[in-house]
């Protein structure tokens, strides 16, 4: 056996989604026999040419490289794809429920389908994010179905801390790997699987199952609390004249708080932390305790919207007959991903104010456009923000950071910016003769 094939294991990956093409790709890449199953035919049909479903940095080469190399492939046969694997991967979706509770259908249907096809032997790995307890419901499923026990068909939490935009380094380097499981061949099946990143000095933290479930819920929303903490310090700045980022600055120069994660701006999307924290707060209720702190970081997030929308308003006065740009439209830079977007958000509310608004994202403008046909499209940051009124910063995409000021300013209706993400600085926007409205920084109006 060659270094490359050794230890080896041929895993199961089910769902092609962010997560699970992420986990397929890394997986092949660690040497590991993949194969990623999906029930939509036309996505695996393109997956197995090699065409990637979303904007991804990375991916495509990765993908390319590891079907080339045989180590992956795809297919839309669930039975055969779990009936000869060591390990199965749940990356089926949880979206939420009206009450904000993770529909796991999904999750369930995966586990039937373990009980039916999947070897006695089987290591099924919850990688989606699901509310603690979740595996016990995997294995009472798996029970029922095989009218026994679960018999040797285990069960373990491995929690996802990609980042969409940064998921595969995320995944090839990361910054620890938790594994959940009840007993010692759980964990030994992990250890194996990741063996290369252990070796690379990748720390490994093993907790039982329930454990690794329940943190995965806690440091999402912990994250988004310091992003809610931020913002309401930023309505403070505001107010009294302090500055954000500097408040920031000092906050994270202490250790034990650390600057990640204190940018204030318009606040968080995507599908992760919204979502997360409704589950995570129906889970805690379910559980017999209110939370009430979750439900107060959502607040937050929905009031920075409303604090550039303010800014707009007193920037323009009226805003019917007004043309406004927004620059960055995904709900962070790096990704096409316009999920719960804080910019979608902000144009929904613009329109319905009665402004015309364009919109410009190297990546995001077709799906962007499909949310909100009114939206005008620009092929560019200057383009959109020609005749504009106003341009807001809602997405910190770095090209943004290299336009030429006075340019835009000349091409503009008034050279006004309110800057959603604090991409530039009040003293550089005051020399350049901008009406501008910074996030927790002092406006120049
Ligand atoms: C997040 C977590 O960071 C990952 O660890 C986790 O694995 C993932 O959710 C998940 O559960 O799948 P992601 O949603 O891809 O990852 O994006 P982040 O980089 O965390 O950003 C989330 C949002 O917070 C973005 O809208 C971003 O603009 C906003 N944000 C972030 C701020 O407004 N301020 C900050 O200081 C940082």
Redesign the pocket.
């Known amino acids: 056996m060659s270094d490359e094939t050794r230890g080896a294991m041929r895993v199961g990956v089910i769902g092609t989604g ?2 699970g093409l992420v986990t397929c790709v890394t997986l092949a890449e660690f040497g590991h026999d993949v194969v990623g199953v999906d029930a939509d035919e036309e996505k695996v049909a393109r997956l197995q040419e090699g065409k990637v479903p979303f904007f991804e940095p990375g991916l495509q080469q990765l993908l390319d490289k590891t079907l080339s190399q045989g180590r992956l492939t795809f297919s839309t046969d669930a039975a055969s794809a779990i009936a000869d694997r060591e390990i199965v991967f749940i990356c089926v979706g949880t979206p939420p429920r009206a009450s904000g509770e993770a529909n796991l259908v999904a999750v369930e249907n995966v586990a039937r389908q373990v009980a039916k096809d999947g070897s006695s032997s089987l290591i099924v790995v919850e990688k989606s ?1 699901v509310p603690t307890g979740t595996a016990d419901r995997i294995r009472r499923t798996i029970a029922l179905e095989m009218r026994a026990s679960v018999g040797g068909i285990e069960v373990v939490s491995n ?9 595969i380094e ?1 995944s090839l380097r990361p910054s620890r790997i938790l594994v959940g499981a009840d007993s010692p061949r759980g964990h030994a099946a992990m250890r194996r699987l990741y063996a290369r990143s252990l070796e690379e000095g990748t720390p490994l933290i093993e907790t039982n199952i329930k454990t690794a479930e329940l943190a ?1 819920h806690a ?2 929303a912990f ?2 609390l ?2 809610s903490y ?2 309401a310090l930023a309505r403070v700045c505001e107010r009294t004249g302090a500055d954000v980022v500097a408040v920031a600055d000092v906050m994270g120069s202490d250790p034990r708080i650390g600057r ?14 919204p979502k ?1 924290l409704d589950a995570f707060e129906h889970l805690a209720a379910q559980a017999g305790y209110d939370f009430p702190l979750l439900r107060e970081i959502r607040r937050i997030n929905e009031e920075a919207v409303d604090a550039v929308l303010v800014k707009v308003r007193e920037g323009l006065w009226n805003l019917e007959g007004k043309r406004v740009a927004l620059f960055g439209l995904a ?2 830079p790096g ?1 096409d991903d316009i999920r719960f ?2 910019a979608l958000s902000l144009a929904r509310r613009l329109i319905e104010e009665g402004a015309t608004v364009v919109g410009y994202d190297p990546e995001a403008m077709a799906g962007a456009k499909e949310e909100i046909p009114e939206l005008e499209l620009a092929s560019d940051g200057y383009a959109a923000a020609a005749d504009a009124h106003c341009v807001v910063i809602c ?2 995409w770095a090209e943004f950071r290299d336009m030429d000021l006075n340019v835009l300013s000349e091409m503009m209706a008034y050279p006004m910016v309110v800057d959603g ?1 604090n991409v530039f600085g009040p003293d550089e926007m005051r020399s350049l003769g901008f009406t501008y409205y910074p996030t927790g920084r002092q406006a120049i109006a």
Do not use: M, Q, W
Request: proline share 4%; net charge negative.
């Open positions: 962010h997560v994010t929690p996802e801390f990609l980042r969409e935009g940064t998921a995320d995965k440091a999402n994250l988004a310091k992003i931020v913002n990640a994660f204190l940018d204030a701006g318009l606040g968080y999307g995507g599908f992760c932390f997360d709900f962070k990704t977007s804080p997405t910190e993400r």
